[in-house]
Structure formats: structure tokens, C-alpha cells
């Protein structure tokens, strides 16, 4: 059974940073194709960045320069860290992972940037 369990969420102020993580289980998790995507209120749920089984990043154009994926082929997980976060950035976020031709999602975590 595929488990993604993300952490780290919580309220930061504009400006700030935070760091999510994933920890991944029941896959294997070196060979997927890890990413984090987020959803906004009202919003369709949209990609922020994904990497590779050999660790190339792609990022959302709205983060490129302030978000970095990162993954930890020991561990099984997956990071996203998070700088200069502003308001638009809000959203539950959620850890993705594909592998052998399936998706599988994490419960995600919010998320808020206010002051």
C-alpha cells in the first residue's frame, strides 16, 4: 500500500520561508517520479515543482527562484523548500508520486501566508 505523508505545513508571514516534507512508503521510491502540487480556494490543483528519479527539477513559473524540490533516495522522501513566500502561495499542498504508470497523492497540508 502506497503511503505519501506530507509535514510541515503551518502560518508564515510574507516574506518568510518553511520547508514541507514527504515521507514516501509501499513504492519504489527511487525509480518515481516525485512532485508537489498545491490547491487554492476556488482553485484547480496546480503543479509547483516535480524531480526525477535522478534528481532534474522542474518548476511552476510562479516559484522558479524561490521554491527548491529536493529528494532523499535513503530516506524515501521528497522536500520543498519554501523562501520568500507571499500571500498568493496560500494553498493546501500535496505530495505526488508516479510510478510504474500510477499516481498516488498525499492527504496534504495547508499551507497559509498572512501577517
Known amino acids: 500500500q502506497v503511503q505519501l505523508v506530507e509535514s510541515g505545513g503551518g502560518l508564515v508571514q510574507p516574506g518568510g520561508s518553511l520547508s514541507l516534507s514527504c515521507a514516501a512508503s509501499?513504492?519504489?521510491?527511487?525509480?518515481?517520479?516525485m512532485g508537489w502540487y498545491r490547491q487554492a480556494p476556488r482553485n484547480q490543483r496546480e503543479l509547483v515543482a516535480t524531480i526525477t528519479s535522478g534528481g532534474s527539477a522542474n518548476y511552476a513559473d510562479s516559484v522558479k527562484g524561490r521554491f527548491t524540490i529536493s529528494r532523499d533516495n535513503v530516506k524515501n522522501a521528497v522536500y520543498l523548500q519554501m523562501n520568500n513566500l507571499n500571500a498568493e502561495d496560500t494553498a493546501v499542498y500535496y505530495c505526488?508520486?508516479?510510478?510504474?504508470?500510477?499516481?498516488?497523492w498525499g492527504q496534504g497540508t495547508q499551507v497559509t501566508v498572512s501577517s
Open positions: 505526488r508520486a508516479l510510478t510504474s504508470g500510477y499516481i498516488y
Open positions: 509501499g513504492l519504489f521510491f527511487s525509480s518515481s517520479v
